[in-house]
């Protein structure tokens, strides 16, 4: 009989990174942005990536989702080797199980912050469509508080509530793991501050993975893990 107090369980990592480099020609030569990065990631971990601008860690992040090619090195997201695929495929596996924060919010001027939530509901057909994704669209502006703002453009919006929409965007198709650019990085300290326990809160709620590249050091202080980038290169923050 499997004694199951005592028995070892092995998690597979929701995302595997192993040796990433990432170089790039410019007028002077070869640079390198990223050297020879490796970590893993647990399901529902929360993993803090910090450094000086210019250390790589936005090339990391986007390397670690497919939305970038490494230069050499390894990424296994969801199970899946993103060697293995191409630009669709990519697109696919992030489709419903990945959510990315941008920096600059990314939010299309055109669309309300409703259609901007709806937009990867019904990419995805995560809820079926329809009223039935619009009803999950408005669910997730109601999370973040932003209900009476739904009908409003980016443009009419403040920075903090932009980067709500994205969040709520990122996370309304209930993705595995989510991916967050500096989440806090344009905000003032008391939205910075909401944004942070908006996160954490609907982490606990989902069940996703974050990883979140900060210079924040409230919102590092109350990830699971801390790890530091300089010069291209990944190690322990303590």
Known sequence: MLDLGTAAVTVEPICRAVGLTKNVTGPGGQLTILDGASLSVAPGEVVAILGASGSGKSTLLGLLAGLDHPSSGEVALCGQSLADLDEDGRAALRSGRVGFVFQNFQLLPTLTALENVLLPLE?????GGGRAATASAGEALARVGLTARADHYPRQLSGGEQQRVAIARAFAPGPAI???DEPTGNLDAATGARII???LALRA????ALVLVTHDPALARRCDRRLHMQDGRLEVSV
Do not use: C, P, Q, R
């Open 205 to 208: 709620d989902a069940g996703a």
């Open 197 to 199: 326990d908006l996160l």
């Open 178 to 180: 989510l991916f967050a």
């Open 123 to 127: 990419l995805t057909n995560a809820v």
